[in-house]
């Protein structure tokens, strides 16, 4: 794994304690903490990507009554 190293200013001191606190309760360091945030926020698409790879896919020509049929369909299993 390629990794880089990150250096953010300007952090309030009490967000810092809050993050501190919640490390030390999960057993990890504040740095380890903070990576594994920052991986998950990372791993999460965004509002707008989820929306362009939508908008990227081939439409689905469905008729109300297909869509309709489907929805029973389903609720009979």
């Given at each position: 794994?390629?990794?880089?190293?990150?250096?953010?200013?300007?952090?309030?001191?009490?967000?810092?304690?809050?993050?501190?606190?919640?490390?030390?309760?999960?057993?990890?360091?504040?740095?380890?903490?903070?990576?594994?945030?920052?991986?998950?926020?990372?791993?999460?698409?965004?509002?707008?990507?989820?929306?362009?790879?939508?908008?990227?896919?081939?439409?689905?020509?469905?008729s109300v009554e297909e869509i309709i049929g489907y929805i029973e369909e389903?609720?009979?299993?």
């Amino acid at each position: 794994m390629d990794t880089t190293i990150l250096q953010i200013r300007d952090v309030d001191a009490d967000d810092v304690a809050v993050l501190r606190a919640r490390a030390e309760r999960e057993g990890m360091s504040l740095s380890a903490y903070l990576r594994a945030l920052i991986h998950d926020e990372a791993a999460q698409p965004t509002n707008a990507e989820v929306v362009a790879h939508i908008a990227a896919q081939e439409p689905v020509e469905l008729s109300v009554e297909e869509i309709i049929g489907y929805i029973e369909e389903g609720r009979r299993q």
